[in-house]
């Protein structure tokens, strides 16, 4: 079974248009971690975020936040006034303590931002 | 910290070669991980070491797979006798863990491999 599904395969948008990208994941841990991670075009998967099950609280960082509620197991990424360089794979991950921390991931979601 | 590096970048090769891929992964971490990644999908995990064990294999990893991390430092995979299938990009990642494994895995630039 998925345990990471991010139901969104590509999202397009103009740029300084803010987007939105959905996870939702599935365990029956009560310790595990989610993550986000950026694949550009060279390859290369790039860490953004690490939040574990214990700290709902949202967090910002310059042009990006993520939204975690554990009622509704969702870990949702918003990038504020997109830019063209935010034109990417996005990554969100699962691991559990159950599975020693391996990442699980979701199949990404693309995002391409038009200038 | 010069990150994890993984060479060939490319590999092209015919069906029932074998290739060999390598993984030097950040200096001080003591885990290392390898995952395939086909086109459209996320990665999927494969194997991974703490020092020189390695703690898993994959049900993916057939026989024709293997992975040996000798030193505790670098890491290889090499798949035998190739197959059409095999083509996909092969990502090496990296991290601190044991006890509290949990910290980010840092991933290379992966080795795209192409079966003709």
């Known amino acids: 079974a998925q345990k990471v599904t991010q139901a969104q395969t590509e999202i397009s948008v103009v740029e300084k248009e803010d987007v939105t990208l959905d996870c939702v994941y599935e365990?029956?841990?009560?310790?595990?971690?989610l993550f986000w991670y950026k694949q550009p075009p060279s390859g290369e998967l790039v860490f953004l975020i690490r939040?574990?099950?214990?700290?709902?609280q949202n967090e910002i960082s310059g042009r990006y936040s993520w939204n975690f509620q554990k009622s509704t197991s969702s870990f949702n990424f918003t990038i504020t006034a997109s830019q063209v360089v935010d034109s990417a794979v996005y990554f969100c991950?699962?691991?559990?303590?159950?599975?020693?921390?391996?990442?699980?991931f979701g199949a990404g979601t693309t995002v391409t931002v038009r200038a | 910290d010069t990150g994890v590096s993984q060479n060939p970048r490319h590999k092209i090769t015919k069906r029932g070669q074998n290739v060999t891929f390598r993984c030097d992964p950040i200096?001080?971490?003591?885990?290392l991980y390898w995952y395939r990644q086909t086109l459209g999908q996320g990665p999927e995990f494969l194997t991974y070491f703490q020092n020189e064990a390695q703690l898993e294999k994959s049900r993916l990893l057939s026989d024709r797979f293997s992975a040996e991390r000798p030193k505790g430092s670098f890491s290889t995979l090499e798949i035998q006798r190739t197959e059409q299938g095999d083509s996909a990009m092969y990502l090496c990642?990296?991290?601190?863990?044991?006890?509290?494994?949990?910290?980010?895995?840092?991933f290379g630039d992966g080795t795209r491999l192409s079966i003709l």
């Open positions: 365990t029956r841990d009560t310790t595990y971690y």
């Open positions: 939040r574990n099950s214990f700290d709902e």
């Open positions: 990642a990296s991290s601190l863990g044991g006890r509290s494994g949990n910290q980010p895995q840092h």
């Open positions: 991950a699962l691991s559990e303590e159950s599975d020693d921390y391996k990442l699980s």
């Open positions: 200096s001080e971490h003591n885990r």
